[in-house]
């Protein structure tokens, strides 16, 4: 039987295969969520065990119902309400399960689009679900960390005590993480002034904040882009080659105590290039070893080859421009096809994995 985390990828690896298809929440349950239940080591078939529409009165709402509950001696334990895989989970007040959280026993509560799970407790006042996740996991998006934390939710392992102990921990690092991506993009003025105060020693105005903005993000970034460039260049199978950065695209303004600045490159690998890149490893990765998906940018556009080998294009991301164009290669001439935005990819996973068969 295999193992949690090899039941993680195997589902992984089927949604970009399978998301063009689902076009409703029933669908999404069927192929996403239920094969993610029974991952976790409950059975799907036994209504004791995992109850579909799971009734309960809830104040004056009679007969309302939450999508999914596990049970354990007859009480819920863990209640599901499940989204089309298309819906923005950021955008989703959970009504039902708040409800539903204050009047069962269950402590825990997820929230899901079949694709992200959002995991709630009851971290800031007793029986009432928190606002706030205290968890998240991205099937597209997770490492062996986030799966050992999930797994604590597998019946084998179930414990309410043991999950309790590390949630408040999870949940402030989580929220922590959101807010260097916040700043990361747009730094406040407190951020700003944190770090520029020790290292500036005149009076933080206003304008000496715009000057220090840009700053403040180019130091993290570089700092960031320091930290991970071995590694990403280790998954990208090159050594020779520039690994992908974070983009920096903020421009420091002319000051006369700093010195003058090299020419920036005209090359910058941007975000959603990034986001890309990951995509297609997304839907390749039970074809091959990710390992040997390689990234390489260029002006115009940026490649994804095979063996870091310009002759085994895998494809080509031409996001430099209003319009962006998915670059494929079913023969030897690349095919432009228009695309709305990088989640468009897995519309053409099918594409991808006959290149990858013609080069293997």
């Not at 993480?177 to 730094?187: A, D, L, N, S, Y």
């Amino acid at each position: 039987m295999m193992d949690f985390l090899n039941q993680v990828r195997d589902i992984a690896t089927r949604i970009p295969r399978q998301v063009e298809y689902i076009q409703t929440e029933e669908a999404t349950k069927t192929a996403f969520i239920l094969p993610f239940i029974a991952a976790l080591g409950y059975n799907v078939f036994d209504p004791t065990e995992v109850t579909p529409e799971y009734t309960a009165d809830v104040g004056t709402k009679k007969g309302e119902k939450v999508d999914y509950a596990i049970l354990k001696d007859g009480e819920p334990i863990i209640l599901f309400e499940c989204k089309h895989h298309s819906v923005h989970l950021g955008e989703v007040q959970a009504s039902q399960l708040h409800r539903y959280f204050h009047v069962t026993k269950a402590r825990f509560a997820i929230l899901t689009n079949g694709i992200v799970y959002r995991l709630y407790t009851d971290l800031v006042a007793p029986n009432l679900m928190d606002d706030k996740p205290f968890f998240e996991f991205n099937m597209l998006d997770y490492t062996e960390r986030d799966v050992d934390e999930l797994k604590k939710f597998c019946k084998s392992v179930f414990d309410v005590g043991n999950i309790l102990t590390t949630a408040s921990e999870l949940k402030y690092t989580f929220e922590i993480k959101r807010i260097v991506g916040v700043e990361m993009q747009t730094p406040s003025d407190e951020f700003v002034k944190h770090f520029a105060s020790q290292v500036y020693a005149g009076r933080m105005s206003q304008s000496a904040m715009e000057q220090f903005r840009p700053i403040v993000l180019k130091a993290f970034r570089q700092y960031i882009n320091d930290q991970i460039s071995s590694r990403l260049k280790s998954a990208l199978g090159s050594s020779d080659e520039p690994a992908p950065t974070l983009p920096d695209d903020t421009t420091e303004p002319a000051a006369e105590t700093q010195e003058p600045e090299e020419e920036k490159p005209k090359i910058v690998t941007t975000q959603e290039e990034m986001d890309g890149y990951y995509i297609v490893r997304a839907i390749l990765r039970e074809n091959i070893d990710v390992k040997r998906i390689a990234m390489r940018d260029a002006q115009s556009y940026c490649s994804i080859l095979l063996d870091e080998n310009n002759r085994k294009p895998l494809c080509r991301l031409w996001f430099n421009r209003s319009q962006k164009y998915l670059g494929l290669f079913d023969g030897d001439k690349e095919d432009k096809v228009p695309i709305d935005d990088v989640d468009s990819i897995y519309q053409y996973a099918d594409r991808l994995k006959a290149t990858i068969q013609k080069y293997t």
